[in-house]
């Protein structure tokens, strides 16, 4: 009884509330004045194609322009106000170059050691393009003089976690899309409180909606209190407006500059199976240090001063700033963030990069399997062509009707040969590729539109690291305790099952 209590008076429910009745409002002014005035109800259809015109010209995904197509010329008005909201993935005007100059400030502190790409491009070329394309279209290098370490399990790396923060000397930074109180809160808390007494400079960004549920609307407050400088990204407010579609979903957490650690795992219980939602949560996670390291550090500063409206002198925190000896080096490591601000889809390319150019297999860990046209083309080309494609999805869903969508993408899948698991243990979170024995990458992208488009996100490329051959093994574990789905799956299922999940796919973008 609580928790309804607790989600009909929650803030999300009040805000989501004011923002349906500005909707609501607004089509019926819109409808009233279409059916008594024949010039406004012409003028309204001659937006909606102009619009439409607009859509397709666009260079966005092409399922997104089908979607908001059918929409918009189903229903102008609905399908025109729920454009003006959620069609446009960029944020607006003044966003975008604020977050531009604060890129900038900060960029000039990246830059590519040429005896390494000179040497990936040399030794392995597609290897080499990856890094290239990185570098080039999100502006974070690849690096040398980084170990890895991959953690199949959220309670695996938390231990891990905590003991970098008890060791932390000069500065802290967290950013999360999900922080909850719990006891996986509150342990590091304990530390952050007593290292911000001490003087490290500690850090927290946290996604507003992420945890709209999960914490008080004061809790930035609270963490000051502590000594612990917290903001919350893009503030959840009762208009309508586009930037509310734009979250902060990354996972970051950077100590002294020298020590990171990426991947699926927000902040709550369940990451650490603390508690249990959807049977046990399987995720995955990665742990770097050296100079790698720093492309993480930048990611947070640039998302922190974009928030505060700051700037500081980025050197001090540098990953030799306060490291003297040599770092040890694991192969070739390389942070990526990737953000809305642009037309240039990082995450998304990476991963049709590692599946365009494998030649062995490719086996992924996704939550959601909702992708566009062009990544069904190219799994199903990879496994055509004889690659091993394997992609594992969970087997108890958090989101039964957004799990029947991603059971919709299985048969173009299968019928070309690749090979889907369903977790038989729980729920997967994990957002992880290895390739070939040589290549991957653990982030916090879903394989979904919202990922793809229109969330901040990051990952780490990682090439012939420890990490790499320990997130196979994990792989070939978790395979063992899978169900694989095979096209008789799809036989056993009623036709009402299949029109929904076809009008579904049809709204996919949209989700």
Avoid at 31 to 47: E, G, K, L, P
Avoid at 479 to 506: H, P, W, Y
Wanted: charged share 20%; with cysteine.
């Amino acid at each position: 009884m609580k928790k309804i209590v607790n989600l009909i008076l929650g803030r999300f429910t009040i805000i989501a509330l004011l923002i349906l009745l500005q909707f609501v409002w607004l089509a019926a002014v819109m409808y009233s004045f279409s059916y008594q005035y024949t010039y406004a109800n012409y003028a309204i259809r001659v937006i909606a194609v102009i619009v439409v015109l607009h859509i397709v010209n666009r260079w966005i995904n092409p399922g997104n322009k089908l979607s908001w197509t059918f929409l918009i010329l189903l229903s102008p008005i609905t399908g025109l106000l729920l454009y003006a909201v959620f069609g446009r993935s960029g944020i607006t005007k003044n966003t975008r170059n604020s977050m531009d100059a604060v890129n900038r400030r900060v960029m000039k502190y990246l830059s590519v050691t040429p005896e390494i790409t000179q040497w990936l491009e040399q030794n392995d070329k597609q290897a080499y393009r990856q890094t290239k394309y990185i570098n080039d279209w999100s502006g974070f290098p690849v690096y040398k003089n980084t170990a890895t370490k991959y953690y199949k399990s959220g309670e695996e790396m938390f231990p891990a976690m905590l003991e970098e923060l008890r060791k932390a000397e000069h500065f802290i930074f967290l950013e999360y899309f999900i922080v909850e109180n719990g006891f996986m809160l509150d342990e590091m808390l304990k530390i952050l409180e007593k290292k911000a007494k001490e003087g490290v400079d500690v850090r927290m960004i946290y996604d507003d909606v992420g945890c709209i549920s999960t914490l008080p609307p004061n809790f930035s407050r609270l963490m000051c209190e502590k000594g612990i400088q917290c903001v919350a990204f893009n503030p959840f407010k009762p208009i309508m407006s586009v930037v509310m579609n734009n979250r902060d979903h990354r996972k970051i957490f950077v100590v002294d500059g020298k020590v990171g650690f990426t991947g699926g795992i927000n902040l709550a219980d369940e990451y650490i199976n603390k508690i249990e939602r959807f049977g046990y949560w399987k995720d995955t996670g990665v742990r770097l240090e050296g100079e790698a390291v720093w492309n993480l550090t930048v990611m947070f500063l640039s998302m922190w001063n974009y928030v505060n409206h700051s700037t500081e002198n980025y050197e001090q925190f540098m990953p030799k700033a306060y490291q003297t000896e040599p770092f040890e080096s694991d192969g070739l490591v390389q942070p990526y963030g990737d953000s809305p601000l642009d037309s240039e889809y990082v995450s998304e390319t990476i991963y049709m990069n590692i599946i365009n150019y494998a030649e062995d297999y490719v086996y992924i860990f996704t939550p959601y399997l909702i992708v566009g046209h062009e990544m069904i083309v190219s799994l199903c080309n990879a496994a055509k062509r004889g690659v091993d494609v394997r992609i594992v999805t969970p087997g108890i869903p958090d989101k039964k009707m957004v799990f029947m969508l991603t059971q919709a993408h299985y048969a173009p899948l299968i019928e070309s040969g690749v090979k889907i698991y369903q977790y038989r243990p729980g729920f997967l979170h994990a957002k992880s590729f290895v390739c070939d024995d040589k290549i991957a990458t653990v982030g916090s992208v879903n394989m979904d539109y919202r990922s793809f488009f229109l969330h901040f996100e990051c990952g780490v490329f990682l090439y012939r690291t420890n990490a790499v051959m320990e997130l196979k093994e994990d792989c070939n574990e978790v395979f063992s305790c899978s169900d694989e789905i095979t096209l008789e799956f799809f036989k056993n299922q009623n036709a009402v099952m299949r029109i929904f999940q076809g009008v579904m796919r049809l709204f996919a973008p949209l989700l």
